[in-house]
Nanobody, 121 residues
Framework: QVTLVESGGGSVQAGESLRLSCVASEPTFSKYAVAWFRQAPGQEREFVAAIRWDGGGSRYADSVTGRFTASRDNSENTAYLQMSSLKPEDTAVYYC??????????????WGQGTQVTVSS
């Protein structure tokens, strides 16, 4: 069982940046693919980004490509989501998730509690 804890959310102005962190409770995290999802009020949860277990591959939603970057430091059991050029439509609760399979998968086994990101215009 892996516990994930996100942090780094906050309130920023459009155009600014934030970096989210996702810290895992177990070193087995280093073998898991990690993804970031977000959910805005009244909307379904949507995929944002995913990164391979070794950081050797990543993929992004079209809406964030070129602005967001997923990374990880397995020695720290931590994954990151660097968010730049933030827009008001990026406002949501952001969740990290982990799974033991491919980072191309859609279903994740472990989820964090979420961190709020609010972008004002």
């Amino acid at each position: 069982q892996v516990t994930l804890v996100e942090s780094g959310g906050g309130s920023v102005q459009a155009g600014e940046s934030l970096r989210l962190s996702c810290v895992a409770s177990e070193p087995t995290f280093s073998k898991y693919a990690v993804a970031w999802f977000r959910q805005a009020p009244g909307q379904e949860r949507e995929f944002v980004a995913a990164i391979r277990w070794d950081g050797g591959g990543s993929r992004y939603a079209d809406s964030v490509t070129g602005r967001f970057t997923a990374s990880r430091d397995n020695s720290e059991n931590t994954a990151y989501l660097q968010m730049s050029s933030l827009k008001p439509e990026d406002t949501a609760v952001y969740y990290c998730a982990a799974r033991s399979g491919s980072y191309h998968g859609d279903e994740y086994d472990y989820w964090g509690q979420g961190t709020q990101v609010t972008v004002s215009s």
